[in-house]
């Protein structure tokens, strides 16, 4: 069996080195168009920050290597420009050379490319980069050698952009971001990207959202916004996004789906017999939508390669799509996802709810413990678990697998209180916040607390509602919702008669645990509560103009 496979990297040599360990005798050739074959160009931002030292670090394996290991026929610079369906052929043009291969199996594994918007004078532009290979990592890394700058300007806020950001910064530049959404981080909703912002903005870096690049003038130093306004930028990092490389794939007939990306069936096979596709240029299933979507991350590009290699080998393996889960490293913060976010259940037309819970890392008492936000949506009626979000210091990467894993195994919101945790003061606490992600939802499922969310506060105060704010007078005083009434949680049953008995009552602390309590006090006392879903401390962070500070000092002002 001969099988060509057109781009390395993540997918491609992981079909390459598994098919070699399923077949000794097939004839392997790996074609890639630049010099690298296998690289780690998720830690590429790293080495413009210095953090990962050495450019070698980052080249995983050599042609030679993988010649010598696997006898695979690997063939860097050299790019496959047309493919022959009929006579199962690809033409490569190798330098000067052009020449022909045949094959049994055809493996597509091209990639992405970085997404250049419309600019005006974007041509012009001497400064402005796109990272996605060694190749894009040394020009910029040549460029701020040989130009010394001072400032740079980050074009989109995902998760390059971030890593950029944060790597542009430790070499001593002053960052600014620019992203044309409503907030940074688009899988992420809008108030647990406010946690990412934050922390952006505590390091240095000017972010502007709602903000769009249109021009760029003085040979791309000048960056005219959408608003009129000017960003003076020494460097330019552009990072809008990804689309597949399906040029080649369009040119020999495959057939294209949505966003570009690659149609395949379960069996990675393309529309066209014979020609199998993987990695960041074909749409996948998602898992719980079961819609076709592009998930451009290694971890899939790595599975799928792998197991598109077992079906050539005659093994059964059936492509079960993917939840697109991530995680970013923010300065000293981490943020992670995994599943939908509350957009795209929206645009799913997908019943849900969600709840925000605050924990520590590990036990609060053990010295050093950290404090993480996690955001947990599911379906009230059915305990089905849609998603999560996370964001803090430490332990983000453990929680979200946890619960990406728990999404894909089809447990349910009742099952997080039963998950079973390794526990000492040093590692985590005797209720995970996990567990407490779940007890919550669990909470709503079975009509023992009614939420609202973040958003929906201000129409409700409109409406008439009473906010009742139960953290201690202390906590109230040193910042506090507009409109809010403070009485402390110990003594709300005997101060029931301040309340009004003909509005909603609203309630909130500074997490939402002790709001609970009081809302199950308030009910069992005959009034119409509902409880702030995460409280102060999250529509502080994401509502911060709708927060008064010093509230004794502002009241006698």
């Known amino acids: 069996m001969k099988v060509v496979i057109i781009g390395g990297v993540a997918g491609g040599m992981s079909a390459a080195t598994r098919l070699r360990r399923l077949d000794e005798h097939a004839e392997i050739i790996v074609l890639e168009k630049g010099p690298y074959v296998s690289f780690a160009n998720c830690g590429l931002p790293y080495h413009v920050s210095e953090e990962i030292e050495k450019r070698q670090s980052l080249l995983v ?22 493919i022959d369906t009929e006579e199962k052929l690809v033409i490569v043009r190798s330098g000067d050379e052009i020449y022909t291969l045949d ?54 806020a995902g998760f390059i952009g971030l890593e950029m950001a944060e790597s542009l910064a430790h070499r001593g530049l002053q960052v600014s971001i620019v992203e044309r959404s409503k907030h940074v981080l688009s899988p992420f909703d809008e108030e647990m990207a406010a946690f990412v912002a934050e922390e952006l ?31 003076e930028a020494d460097l330019v990092i552009l990072s809008v996004g990804v689309q597949p490389e399906n040029a080649l794939a369009i040119e020999a007939g495959v057939e294209i789906g949505a966003r570009g990306g690659i149609l395949v069936d379960e069996n990675y096979e393309t529309t066209i017999k014979d020609i199998f596709a993987v990695g960041d240029a074909i749409l996948v299933k998602h898992i719980i939508t079961k819609e076709e979507v592009l998930i451009s991350l290694a971890s899939p590009a790595n599975r799928q390669g792998r197991q598109v290699a077992d079906v050539i080998s005659g093994l059964s393996r059936k492509n079960l799509g993917s939840l697109g889960t991530s995680i970013v490293r923010v300065f000293g913060k981490a943020a992670a996802s995994t599943g939908l976010n509350e957009r795209q259940l929206k645009m799913a037309n997908l019943d849900y709810k969600c709840v925000h819970v605050q924990g520590k890392n590990h036990a609060g008492y053990f ?37 990406s894993t728990v999404i894909k195994a089809g447990l349910k919101v009742e099952d997080l209180p039963e998950l079973e945790f390794t526990y000492a003061p040093p590692f985590g606490s005797a209720k995970d916040i996990v567990n407490m992600a779940g007890y919550a939802a669990l ?69 939402g645990q002790r709001s609970y309590i009081a809302e199950r006090i308030l009910k069992q006392a005959g009034y119409i509560v509902s409880n702030l879903d995460g409280s102060f401390a999250l529509y502080s962070t994401v509502r911060p103009t709708e927060v008064i500070k010093n509230v004794s000092i502002y009241c006698n002002a």
């Open 201 to 231: 903005k505590a390091n240095g870096v000017n972010v502007l959202t709602s903000s769009s690049v249109v021009e760029f003038k003085d040979d791309g130093r000048t960056a005219i916004l959408g608003d009129g306004s000017a960003l």
């Open 443 to 511: 909470n709503i499922i079975e009509g023992l607390t009614d939420t609202i969310q973040w958003y929906e506060l201000i129409e409700k105060q409109a409406e008439g509602a009473f906010l009742l704010d139960v953290r201690t007078a202390n906590e109230f005083n040193r910042g506090a919702m507009k409109g809010a009434t403070n009485i402390p949680l110990d003594d709300l049953r005997i101060r029931l008669n301040e309340l009004p008995e003909n509005k909603d009552i609203i309630v909130s602390c500074q997490s």
């Open 61 to 82: 394996q050599t042609p030679e290597q993988l010649r010598a290991r696997f006898q695979l026929d690997v063939r860097p610079n050299s790019e496959a420009i047309k």
């Open 103 to 156: 094959y049994d199996k055809l493996i597509l594994s091209p990639g992405a490319k970085p997404f250049i918007p419309p600019i005006n004078g974007l041509s012009e532009a001497k400064n402005v980069f796109t990272l996605r290979n060694i190749n894009d990592m040394d020009k910029i890394l040549a460029f701020i050698d040989e130009s010394k700058p001072e400032t740079a300007m980050v074009i989109g």
């Open 367 to 403: 010295p050093n413990s950290k404090p993480i936000v996690l955001k947990l949506l599911f379906n009230s009626k059915t305990g089905d678990i849609y998603g999560a979000q996370a964001f803090g210091e430490d332990g983000i990467d453990k929680r979200i697998d946890i619960l």
